[in-house]
């Protein structure tokens, strides 16, 4: 979608427990958009990390401005996709869709494809891996979105100070886990499928099994790892028709637009 271009109408879907906006559309795209969207502007920024070989190398990267949702897809979001579309459940789901206590989670155990698709449905994308990153960190090269101190309050991740028995929460729960340019949960909680193939960077020194250019990235961490995979900068990559244990980390994401 070209920059400036509005979608054809608003959707509304009716889902259970709520009625809600899906995806903005129509005369009032832009509005939706800036409530449900961030805006982050063109120009460089600091990407990658020495820590791993993976993450490197660290070098300048100029990005032309998109927008980014403020938060991860929602279960009752992708509820009223599966709906609208016919497409798949996602696993554990009762048979009606996900209930009331989980609308506002990010959805997980999403596949690469699944991902994709939804935004196309939305009229929107998923994020490239470079804009996913800048999106996170800003331009200052920082370790975390909030900044280089680890403060565990501010994720949630495996060993993050929180119940043993708690998985994934609802969006908006760690109030700082803010990036500099107000997106929300970018570390933890839910690890989120970019566009990308999980490849070398260029410049980089990593050998990938011939496997792996099969792969597509995912990026931020989830409640299923430790701290140190919720960093701006890491990245692994899965499957994007994965399936079994693969799920169990619960892989969501959200949608971005040029």
């Not at 970018?186 to 070398?200: A, I, K, Q, R």
């Amino acid at each position: 979608m070209l920059r400036g271009a509005r979608p054809r109408h608003q959707r509304l879907r009716t889902v259970g427990w709520a009625r809600f906006p899906v995806c903005h559309f129509g005369e009032s795209a832009m509005n939706g958009r800036q409530d449900s969207m961030i805006w982050i502007e063109e120009g460089p920024f600091t990407m990658g990390s020495d820590l791993y070989e993976i993450e490197g190398p660290v070098r300048q990267v100029f990005v032309l401005g998109f927008w980014i949702d403020r938060l991860p897809v929602t279960h009752a979001e992708f509820f009223a996709y599966v709906q609208d579309t016919g497409a798949p459940m996602v696993p554990d789901w009762p048979a009606d869709g996900p209930g009331a206590d989980i609308a506002n989670y990010p959805v997980e155990r999403v596949s690469w494809q699944e991902a994709r698709d939804y935004a196309a449905w939305c009229g929107k994308r998923l994020p490239t891996e470079v804009e996913w990153e800048k999106a996170a960190r800003g331009t200052d090269g920082r370790e975390w979105p909030w900044g280089d101190e680890l403060i565990e309050e501010h994720m949630n991740v495996w060993d993050s100070a929180k119940p043993t028995n708690v998985m994934t929460i609802a969006n908006g729960s760690r109030l700082g886990n803010v990036s500099p340019y107000g997106v929300i949960d970018m570390s933890g909680n839910v690890e989120e499928w970019v566009e990308d193939l999980f490849l070398p960077y260029e410049g980089g020194t990593s050998n990938f099994p011939s496997t792996q250019g099969n792969c597509r990235v995912l990026r931020g961490g989830s409640w299923f790892y430790t701290n140190e995979m919720a960093r701006c900068s890491f990245r692994r990559g899965a499957l994007p028709t994965f399936s079994g244990y693969e799920r169990a980390g619960g892989p969501g994401f959200r949608c971005a637009q040029s």
